[in-house]
C-alpha cells in the first residue's frame, strides 16, 4: 500500500536560522542534531521546548517536539518519557524558562531522578521579551529590568543551576560547558551525548547547562559578548563536570 504519510526527521535544511548575529541557541541546536544523528536516534527523539527564543526551534526540526507552557519543560517531559518510555525525551530551555518560572518543575523533575535529559542554556538574561533580569544574570548586569546593573540588595545573587541541583540526592549527571571556543564546543557536544547516553540506560536525570550569550540584549556585538563569556560568564558560572553518578 502507498504511504499516505512519510517525512525525514532530523534538523530542516531547508529553512535559513532567524537567530541574532552571534546568539549560540543555533549552535546548540546543530550539536543536538549532530548527536542524535550519530546515536541514530532521530525516530526516537521527542525534544519539549521552552517558552522564549529557545522555542523558535520549533521552526528548525522535524523530528518530534512540543512546545510547553513557560517553565513546565521539566514536568512535560516527564509526562512523555513515563508515558512512552522507549522515546529519548529531553527539554531545552533558556534561564528564564528553566531557573525563574520554572523553578519548581526543573527541581522536581531533578528530585525525582526523572530519566530525562535537560539542555539549559544559560545566556544570563531574557532573550526573547528583551532583555529582562534573569536569575543568572551577573552583578552590577544591565537589564531593562535593572537598568543600573543588578546589585544585591535589589535582586539578589546570580543563582547556579548546577550546584543547587548538586544538592540532591537523585541527578545522575551534571555538567557545566560553554560554545565559546572550539574546544568547549566540542566538550558540549559530548556532554550532550552523555546526558543521552544516561536516559538510554535509564541512569535517571542529566542535565547540561550551556554558558552562551545574548549580543543583542547585552547589547554588544558577537565578539564583545564571547569576551564577556570569557571575562565575566565563566568567573560566575566555572565549567566542568558537577557530578557524575558513573564516576560516583
Ligand atoms: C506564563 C508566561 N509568563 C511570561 C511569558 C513571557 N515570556 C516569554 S519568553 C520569556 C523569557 C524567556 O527567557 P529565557 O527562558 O531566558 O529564554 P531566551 O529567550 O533567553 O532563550 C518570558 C518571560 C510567557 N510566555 N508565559
Known sequence: MEKIYSRTKGLRADVVGGFCPGCMHSTVMKLIGEVLEEM???????????????????????????????????????????????????????????????????MSAANRGENISVIFVNNGIY??????????????MRASTAPAGR????????????????????PAYIERTSCNTPQNTLKT??????????????????????????????????????????EKMLAEFPLGVIRDAREG
Open 189 to 230: 557536544k559530548k556532554a550532550i551525548a552523555k546526558a543521552f547516553q544516561n536516559q538510554l540506560e535509564g541512569k535517571g536525570f542529566s542535565m547540561v547547562e550551556i554558558v552562551t550569550s545574548c549580543p543583542t540584549n547585552w547589547g554588544m556585538d558577537a565578539l564583545g559578548a564571547l569576551e564577556y563569556i570569557n
Open 151 to 170: 546589585t544585591a540588595k535589589e535582586h539578589g545573587y546570580p543563582m547556579h543551576m548546577c550546584e543547587i541541583l548538586n544538592q540532591l540526592t537523585a
Open 127 to 140: 532573550g526573547m521579551t528583551g532583555g529582562q533580569m534573569a536569575p543568572t544574570t551577573l552583578m552590577g
Open 40 to 106: 541514530n536516534l532521530f525516530e526516537r527523539a521527542a525534544c519539549v521546548l521552552g517558552i522564549g527564543c529557545c522555542g523558535l526551534h520549533m521552526d528548525y526540526m522535524s523530528f518530534d517536539n512540543i512546545t510547553s507552557p513557560h517553565g513546565r519543560a521539566c514536568a512535560v517531559a516527564t509526562g512523555i518519557k513515563r508515558s512512552s518510555p522507549d522515546s529519548l525525551v529531553f527539554t531545552y530551555q533558556g534561564d528564564g524558562d528553566f531557573a525563574a518560572i520554572g523553578l519548581g518543575e526543573s
